[in-house]
């Protein structure tokens, strides 16, 4: 859901950063939501292959983001996410 709806095609109204979208996800979804998505990215990066790591989320895009404008490689911006969520 968080790359798909919050940095998808309409991600302009969740923020202009990483950070920015990221509050509106907190937001939006409340501490059940940002505990649900750190449990998700830990086990994303627990695949210790970046090949595999980007087939698995490019299928989980749906073509609706990809982190590389943002100077971003999928591993970077999934730690990104998860340094930026709240404790």
């Known amino acids: ?10 991600r302009d109204e969740f ?3 990483i950070e920015e ?3 509106s996800y907190c937001f939006y979804n409340g501490d059940d939501g940002v505990c649900c998505l750190k449990n998700e990215i830990t086990e994303m990066l ?3 292959d970046d090949t595999e790591l980007e087939v698995r989320m490019v299928l989980l895009a749906e073509n609706q ?4 404008p943002w100077g ?3 591993r970077s911006f999934l730690q990104r996410v998860l340094r930026t969520l709240p404790v």
């Open 21 to 23: 979208v990221i509050e």
């Open 65 to 68: 983001f990809n982190p590389e």
């Open 15 to 17: 923020g202009e950063t």
């Open 46 to 48: 627990k695949t210790e």
């Open 1 to 10: 859901m968080l790359v798909q709806i919050f940095f998808g095609q309409d």
């Open 72 to 74: 971003e490689t999928w």
